[in-house]
C-alpha cells in the first residue's frame, strides 16, 4: 500500500516533468533543437514570478517587489571611469507596480517566457539551423549557463521559498487518509497534476486541430516540403520556441511552491526522459511519459524506506536513476525509431588538425608554466593550478567529442569518480590531518597505487557507459549521459556506505606522497594551497595528457576517430570497427578525465560532490568549445578562459563587478557567438590561421588557410 | 522573344551551390497558359534550376522575374504564397501526414471555400480519392507522384514547375500524369515549366523547349521543331556537335 500510496505521491512532480517534456517535444518538433536550457527557461520565469510577488520567504528578499528583470545584464561592470561616464546603463530592472495581483504577475512572467523564447530562436537556434549537431547542443547548454548566470546576478541566485497561489500553495491543506491509505497527501499535487492533464492536453489539440499544428508537424519531417508550400520552417519555429517557453514558465510559476526556482535547471533530465518516452515528437507520450517517471521515482523512493532496502542503494540515487533507467530503455529498444530532422543543408564539422611540432609547443608550454610558477604568488599559483587542472580535463573532451564526435556529457562526472575512488582507496581509517572532522574507512593503499587504481576504475565506467553510445549517438547520447551525471553523483559520489564517511558531505582529501616527494597542493607547514611541487605534478600529468592527444590525432586511432565524427556507416564500410573504436575513445578520454580527478584530488584539503555538479562539467565543456574543441591549443585556451583559470581570474581581481556569475554569462555569450561564427573551431583555430595569413603576407604569399582547407581537406591542415 | 506580362522570365541567369556556377548564363521565359520544357541530361543543371526560381537556391548573377516580382532567395515561401507550385524532383511529401493532410497543407485559405480546391483536384486525380486517409508513406510510387501533383494544383497555382515526373515510375503512369499538366494550363492559363529526362513524353505535351547541357543552353524551339530535330537533341545529349542548331 506504501509503494502504491508513492506513485500518488509522485503524481505532483509528474506533472512538472510532463509540462516540461511537452514544451521539449514542441522545441524539437518546431526547429530539431533538443532544449537543455528548458529547465533553465521555468527557473528564470518562477524567479520574475516571486520578484513580482514578493512572498518571498527565502534568504535573499528584495525591498520593494514588482519588477520585472529583462534576461540580460548590464554589459560593462561599474568600475574606473566607465563609472562616472554612465555609459553602462542598459536597463534591466523595470518597476510595474507594488504588490500586482496573482493573473498580472502571471502574464507578464509568462510574457517573459515568451520573449525568453523569441530571443533563444532569433539570436541563438535560427542562425544554427543548418549547423551540425554538435554546434546546436553547445549552443542550447550555452543558453542553458547564461540563464543560469544572468538569474544569478539579477536575482541573485539564492533560492526561494515562495508560497504560490490559488491552490497551488504549500499552506494548502493535505488529503487526509488519501483513498483509505491511510496516508496524507500533499493539497497540491491533485491540482498540480490536473492543471498539467488540462495544459497537455490542450497543447496537443492546438498542434492535432489545427493549421499552424499541421505545418509544424509538416516542417518537422521536411523542410523544404513546407516551404514549397509557402509555409516559413523559421517562423513556425519561432512560434514553437515561444510556446515551449511559455509551457516551461508555466508549470515553473504553478510548481513554485514546492521547489525553489534554482531546482528547475536540472528538471530538464526527467523531462528529456518524458519526452524521448513520447519518441520526441508525440505530445500526448511525453505527458504520459512525465507522469510515468514522477510515480516510478516516487515510488522507489517510497521503497527505500523498508528495512530490506540494501543501505548502498540511497534514496536520492533511486529517484534520479529513474529518469536514467526510462532513458536507456526507450533509446534501446525504440532509438532506431527517434526521429531525426531533416534540414534544407546541414554544415560541415569543426576542422581537427593535427600538431606539425608537438615536441616544441609542450617545451614552450613547460617553460611558460615553469616561469609562471616561478613568478607567482600565493592566489595566482592556485589559479596556475585550476588553469592546468582544467586544462587536464579539457583534452579529454578534445578526443571524445572534438575527435570522436560522441557528445558525452558525463566525464566531469568520471573525473569525480576517480577522485572520490582515490579518497576511499588511500584512506587507512585514520585523520589524515588534524583539522578533519572525520576519518574514512579505506586499505590504505600507496598515493601512486591509489591514484592509478583511480584512473583505471574511470576508464572502466568511461568503457561501461560507452556501451550504450554503440546504439545511440548525437544528441540522444549527450541526453543520456547528462542524466548520468546526476545519477553519478546520488548514487556513487554521495554514498557513503559505498564511498566513505565524508562522501555526502565533505570528504577530506589524501595528504599525497609519490616516491618521497610531497605532491599535493597543501603545505602542511604554512597550510597555503600554492605548493610549487603540486604545480610541477598537475604539468607533468598535463604534458603526458597533451602528448597523448596530439599523437592520437597525428595516429590511425585518430583517423579513425574522425571518420566516425564524419559518418558512422562510411566509416564501418571503410573497415573501421566502430564499435571497437567507440569503445577505445571512451577510454582514453575517461583516463584523461580520471587523471583530471587525481589532480583535483591532490589541490584541495576537503571537497564536496558539489565540486563535480553537471554545471560545472558543462562550463568546461562550453569553455574548451570556445578554445577550440579539436585541438590541444583549444583546450589550452579553454583552460585559461575557463572559471578559476588564469584570464578570468585577472577579471575578478583587477576590475570591481566582474563576479563569477558575470565571467560565466559572457563565456556563455562567447559560446553561442562561437558556435554560430566558428563552427566550434573557435579561439585557437582562429589565432592560427590569423598568424599563417600574416606569415603568408610577410613571405608575399596570397594563399590563406581557409583556401587550403577548402580545396584539399579540412582535417589535414596542420598547426604547429 | 519575352513579354512583361510574362509568368516567369530569366535573364543571363547564374545559379550554383557554395559560390560554384552550375547553371551560367541562363535565359528563359514562361507566358500564361504554356507548357515548357526544359530538357537535358543528368547534371545539365535543369533541377538547380527550378529551386533557384523557387527561391531555395541564391542567384549567383543575373536575374529571375517570377509572378511580377524578382525572386528572393532570403524568404522562398513567399513565392508559393504569390502562386507558384513546385513538384520537387523527391516529391518533398509528408509520409507521416495522410493524404488528405498533405492536401490540406497546400490548400490556400480564401473566401471561394477550400473544399472547392480539394474537389478539383481529386477529380483531375480520381486514383488518389479512395487514399485520402492513408499515410502518404504507404503509398507506391506512382500514387505519392500524383499525390505530388495534386498538393501543386490545390493551391491553383499561377505558374507550375515540375521536375522529373517520371523519375522512378512506370512509363504508362507518366503517360498519365504529363496530360494532367497540360490540361491545367489549357483550362487555367497557369504557366507550367516541367523539367524532364524522357525528351518525346515531354514534348508532346509542351509548346515549347529549351536543352540543357553542362550548365548551358544548347538549344531551343517550339515542340515540333525540337520533336523533328532529334539528331541535335541526341547530339545535346551525348555532347557532340551542335551545328546548325535553331
Known amino acids: 500500500m506504501d509503494v502504491l500510496f508513492g506513485a500518488f505521491a509522485g503524481l505532483g512532480a509528474g506533472a512538472v516533468f510532463a509540462i516540461l517534456g511537452v514544451g521539449l517535444v514542441v522545441a524539437y518538433r518546431g526547429s530539431g533543437v533538443i532544449n537543455f536550457a528548458h529547465g533553465a527557461v521555468a527557473a528564470y520565469t518562477a524567479f520574475t514570478w516571486d520578484e513580482l510577488r514578493n512572498t518571498t520567504h527565502g534568504a535573499y528578499v528584495k525591498d520593494d517587489g514588482g519588477s520585472i528583470f529583462l534576461p540580460w545584464f548590464d554589459p560593462i561592470p561599474e568600475w574606473g571611469f566607465l563609472k562616472a561616464l554612465h555609459i553602462n546603463n542598459l536597463p534591466v530592472e523595470i518597476h510595474i507596480m507594488n504588490d500586482p495581483p496573482v493573473w498580472l504577475a502571471a502574464l507578464l512572467s509568462l510574457a517573459m517566457a515568451a520573449f525568453i523564447g523569441f530571443l533563444m530562436h532569433i539570436m541563438v537556434f535560427r542562425p544554427l539551423r543548418n549547423a551540425p549537431l554538435l554546434a546546436k547542443v553547445i549552443g542550447s547548454v550555452g543558453v542553458m549557463l547564461y540563464l543560469q548566470s544572468v538569474a544569478n546576478l539579477n536575482f541573485g541566485g539564492a533560492n526561494r521559498a515562495d508560497n504560490g497561489f490559488w491552490e497551488f500553495t504549500s499552506t494548502n491543506e493535505p488529503i487526509r487518509n488519501f483513498l483509505g491509505m491511510d496516508r496524507n497527501l500533499a493539497g497540491s499535487t491533485l491540482y498540480l497534476a490536473v492543471a498539467a492533464l488540462i495544459i497537455g492536453t490542450a497543447t496537443w489539440a492546438l498542434y492535432r486541430f489545427t493549421r499552424f499544428g499541421l505545418a509544424t508537424r509538416a516542417a518537422d519531417e521536411n523542410e523544404k516540403g513546407a516551404t514549397l508550400l509557402g509555409y516559413s520552417p523559421q517562423l513556425l519555429a519561432g512560434l514553437n520556441w515561444v510556446i515551449s517557453s511559455v509551457l516551461a514558465g508555466a508549470i515553473g510559476i504553478l510548481f513554485i511552491h514546492r521547489a525553489g526556482p534554482p531546482t528547475f535547471i536540472l528538471f530538464v533530465v526527467p523531462a528529456l526522459a518524458a519526452a524521448l518516452v513520447g519518441s520526441l515528437t508525440s505530445i500526448m507520450g511525453a505527458l504520459a511519459g512525465g507522469f510515468g517517471i514522477g510515480m516510478i521515482a516516487s515510488m522507489g523512493v517510497n521503497a527505500t524506506s523498508y528495512d530490506w532496502w540494501p543501505e548502498w542503494l540511497p534514496s536520492d540515487g533511486v529517484r534520479t536513476f529513474a529518469p536514467v533507467l526510462v532513458m536507456i530503455l526507450v533509446l534501446y529498444f525504440r532509438g532506431d525509431r527517434l526521429p531525426i530532422r531533416g534540414t534544407v543543408g546541414v554544415g560541415r564539422q569543426p576542422r581537427a588538425p593535427f600538431a606539425k611540432h608537438p615536441l616544441v609547443g609542450l617545451g614552450i608550454g613547460i617553460g611558460i608554466v615553469v616561469l609562471m610558477s616561478n613568478i607567482f604568488t600565493a592566489n595566482w599559483e592556485s589559479t596556475l593550478t585550476t588553469t592546468l587542472l582544467s586544462i587536464m580535463f579539457m583534452l579529454s573532451l578534445t578526443v571524445l567529442v572534438g575527435f570522436l564526435g560522441q557528445i558525452s556529457l558525463v566525464q566531469w562526472s568520471l573525473a569525480g569518480f576517480a577522485c572520490w575512488t582515490l579518497i576511499r582507496l588511500s584512506a587507512d581509517g585514520t585523520k589524515i590531518r588534524a583539522m578533519d572532522f572525520l576519518a574514512i574507512d579505506g586499505p590504505g593503499w600507496p598515493d601512486p597505487l591509489a591514484a592509478l587504481a583511480a584512473i583505471i576504475a574511470a576508464v572502466i565506467l568511461g568503457v561501461l557507459i560507452s556501451i550504450p553510445a554503440l546504439r545511440i549517438r548525437g544528441v540522444q547520447l549527450a541526453v543520456v549521459t547528462l542524466a548520468a551525471v546526476v545519477a553519478i553523483e546520488d548514487l556513487l559520489l554521495r554514498n557513503e556506505p559505498l564511498m566513505g564517511a565524508g562522501a555526502a558531505t565533505t570528504n577530506p582529501t589524501p595528504d599525497p606522497n609519490w616516491f618521497g616527494v610531497e605532491v599535493g597542493a597543501l603545505d602542511e607547514k604554512t597550510f597555503r594551497t600554492d605548493y610549487w611541487k603540486y604545480t610541477i605534478f598537475a604539468l607533468i600529468f598535463v604534458a603526458i595528457g597533451g602528448l597523448i592527444v596530439a599523437n592520437l590525432r597525428r595516429g590511425i586511432l585518430g583517423r579513425r576517430f574522425l571518420a566516425i565524427r564524419s559518418n558512422e556507416r562510411a566509416a564501418a564500410a571503410a573497415g573501421v570497427d566502430v564499435a571497437r573504436t567507440k569503445m577505445i575513445g571512451f577510454g582514453v578520454s575517461s583516463l584523461l578525465a580520471g587523471m583530471a580527478g587525481i589532480l583535483v584530488a591532490y589541490k584541495v584539503p576537503v571537497i564536496t560532490s558539489e565540486y563535480f555538479n553537471p554545471f560545472v562539467g558543462l562550463g568546461f565543456l562550453a569553455f574548451v568549445y570556445l578554445g577550440g574543441i579539436t585541438t590541444v591549443w583549444g583546450a589550452i585556451f579553454g583552460g585559461l578562459l575557463a572559471a578559476g583559470g588564469i584570464i578570468s581570474e585577472f577579471g575578478s581581481l583587477h576590475f570591481e563587478g566582474i563576479t563569477q556569475a558575470y565571467i560565466n554569462a559572457v563565456g556563455a555569450i562567447g559560446l553561442v557567438i562561437n558556435a554560430i561564427v566558428t563552427n566550434g573551431e573557435g579561439v585557437a583555430l582562429m589565432l592560427t590561421n590569423r598568424s599563417k595569413e600574416m606569415t603568408g603576407v610577410m613571405r608575399g604569399t596570397s594563399s590563406s588557410p581557409n583556401e587550403v582547407s577548402g580545396s584539399i581537406d579540412a582535417n589535414t591542415q596542420e598547426v604547429s | ?246
Open chain 2, 1 to 246: 522573344m519575352t513579354e512583361s506580362s510574362d509568368l516567369l522570365r530569366i535573364e543571363n541567369l547564374d545559379t550554383g551551390y557554395a559560390g560554384v556556377p552550375v547553371v551560367r548564363d541562363l535565359n528563359l521565359y514562361v507566358a500564361k497558359g504554356e507548357v515548357v520544357a526544359l530538357l537535358g541530361p543528368n547534371g545539365a543543371g535543369k533541377s538547380t534550376t527550378l529551386l533557384t526560381i523557387s527561391g531555395l537556391i541564391p542567384i549567383l548573377s543575373g536575374s529571375i522575374f517570377a509572378l511580377g516580382e524578382e525572386v528572393d532567395s532570403r524568404n522562398p515561401h513567399l513565392m508559393a504564397r504569390r502562386g507558384l507550385a513546385h513538384v520537387a524532383e523527391d516529391r518533398s511529401l509528408f509520409f507521416n501526414l495522410t493524404v488528405n493532410e498533405n492536401l490540406k497543407l497546400g490548400l490556400r485559405p480564401d473566401k471561394t471555400g477550400m473544399e472547392a480546391g480539394l474537389e478539383r483536384a481529386l477529380e483531375m486525380l480520381p486514383a488518389l480519392r479512395p487514399l485520402v486517409n492513408r499515410r502518404a508513406g504507404l503509398l507506391s510510387g506512382g500514387e505519392q507522384q500524383m499525390l505530388a501533383v495534386a498538393r501543386a494544383l490545390v493551391s491553383r497555382p499561377k505558374l507550375l514547375l515540375v521536375d522529373e515526373m517520371s523519375l522512378g515510375l512506370a512509363p504508362i503512369i507518366v503517360e498519365q500524369l504529363l496530360p494532367i499538366v497540360r490540361d491545367i494550363a489549357d483550362q487555367t492559363e497557369t504557366g507550367v515549366l516541367i523539367v524532364e529526362q524522357h525528351v518525346n513524353l515531354a514534348l508532346n505535351v509542351a509548346d515549347r523547349g529549351y536543352v540543357m547541357n553542362h550548365g548551358e543552353l544548347v538549344m531551343e524551339g517550339s515542340a515540333e521543331e525540337l520533336l523533328e530535330r532529334q539528331d541535335l537533341l541526341e547530339a545535346s545529349y551525348l555532347g557532340g556537335e551542335l551545328e546548325g542548331e535553331g
